[in-house]
């Protein structure tokens, strides 16, 4: 999903991600920001030799305005991800390759509130579903993802839950997934709150008649 001439890696922790970026000659400059003493060092030895500076920083502080032309914020909560971009606005570039592990709904929403469409949104294969969002600054006030899956019968908090694209895709990972987490939910003799939460989402999904289609 990145390919631009300068680009941040906020949390870059190793360092891995801006050393392949910079291998692959998807960027042709990278800046690693990093809040913590080993996880900066690490970034510095791992990039040493690249196109890349690395900073010791917190998040957006450690750029200047216009500085990049993307960024990407991985490995974080949705909560940790949205506060980084709402503490310098005006440092945010026009591109975002965001990863969040938890509370994906809050960077969908964050986004859509912010005017940043979701140009897609993919999940790593095997093992753990990670799920990585790529968007786009726009000054269209609707985002098509979202009107596309409102066509197909299905809300906006479905979308910010679940993923729109995943949605229209009818992506069968996350379909089977779904299926699996629903049919669990269902046996469960009590529920704490978040789980009701959640199995009224997908129930909702699936009384929208086409994502549990066959
Ligand atoms: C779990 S690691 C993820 C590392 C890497 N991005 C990845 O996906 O493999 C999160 C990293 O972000 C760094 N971090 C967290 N908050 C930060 C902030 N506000 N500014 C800079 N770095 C931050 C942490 O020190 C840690 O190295």
Redesign the pocket.
């Known amino acids: 999903m990145i390919r631009s001439e300068r680009h941040a ?6 360092g891995h ?1 801006l050393a392949a970026l910079l291998a692959a000659g998807r960027i042709e400059f990278g800046f690693a ?4 003493r080993q ?1 900066f060092e690490n970034s510095k030895a791992t990039l040493n030799g690249y196109a890349a500076e690395v900073r010791f ?3 957006l502080a450690g750029l200047r305005p216009a500085e990049v032309d993307s960024l990407s914020i ?3 909560g949705g909560g ?1 991800i949205v506060r ?1 971009l709402e503490a310098f606005p005006e440092r945010v570039p026009d591109r975002l390759m965001l ?1 969040p592990n938890k509370s994906i709904n809050v960077v969908r929403r964050w986004a859509r509130n912010n005017r940043f469409k979701l140009l897609d949104e993919r999940c790593t294969q095997g093992g753990r579903r990670f799920e990585i969002l790529s968007f786009q600054r726009t000054d269209q006030a609707e985002d098509p993802a979202y009107q596309q899956l409102q066509q197909r019968g299905c809300d906006s908090e479905l979308g910010y839950e679940f993923g729109p694209w995943f949605l229209l895709r009818q992506d069968a990972e996350l379909r089977r997934l779904l299926r699996e987490e629903l049919d669990y939910l269902k046996k469960m003799p009590a529920l704490t709150d978040e789980s009701r939460t959640r199995m009224e989402a997908i129930s909702r999904l699936e009384a929208a008649g086409y994502f549990f289609s066959r």
Do not use: F, T, V, Y
């Open positions: 890696d906020i949390g870059s922790d190793h991600l920001i990093e809040n913590k996880p920083a917190d998040g991985c490995g974080m940790s980084i990863q």
